[in-house]
């Protein structure tokens, strides 16, 4: 199946740096992909849906100039938590879809554990 | 909105049982429902895909089913093992939009 690289699985960082994650399809072309975020013993919270050559569409919820997201190619998207405090602590998710218009599958990647100082 | 829940939350269960996760859906207008398993601290691993016009799906030791009439999908393990201790959780597609269950998380006893 196809495979999803998400870079770093984990990160400490002190409080007002920013962090940036890469989310990569290695083996296909991700025109959509998904960025979530997860709190211990949660299901996945979706932030928002990265498309590539444009702007990401963002949940309700979700500030779009603290969590910013670029997805320049269709094999890199990226997340980056700007000036991070400890409330952004969690695990980050992302995922592709499977490029098959049929399948629809969606892969993910293994996920950043974040921690902010 | 689509609302999917997942039932038990959490399930114990010795070595060498079959067991039943249940997933339960508002809206039957699906594309598909993956299932899916995550170990603690890593992203998730997809178990099975099925298909709107499917009725269920099999791998190894685990079969899914879906009846979207009655909104429900459930996933059933068979002579699990220690290994198969991991949270399992339920997405549906409805074409626009991926919504995640709840989740359950799975303890098989040695």
Known sequence: ?117 | KQEVTQIPAALSVPEGENLVLNCSFTDSAIYNLQWFRQDPGKGLTSLLLIQSSQREQTSGRLNASLDKSSGRSTLYIAASQPGDSATYLCALNTGNQFYFGTGTSLTVIP
């Open chain 1, 1 to 117: 199946g196809a495979v999803v690289s998400q870079h770093p699985s984990w990160v400490i960082c002190k409080s007002g740096t920013s962090v940036k994650i890469e989310c990569r399809s290695l083996d296909f072309q991700a025109t959509t992909m998904f960025w979530y975020r997860q709190f211990p013993k949660q299901s996945l919270m979706l932030m928002a849906t990265s498309n590539e050559g444009s702007k990401a569409t963002y949940e309700q919820g979700v500030e779009k100039d603290k969590f910013l997201i670029n997805h320049a190619s269709l094999t890199l998207s990226t997340l980056t938590v700007t000036s991070a405090h400890p409330e952004d602590s969690s695990f980050y998710i992302c995922s592709a879809r499977d490029p098959q218009p049929t399948n629809e599958k969606l892969f993910f990647g293994s996920g950043t554990q974040l921690s902010v100082l």
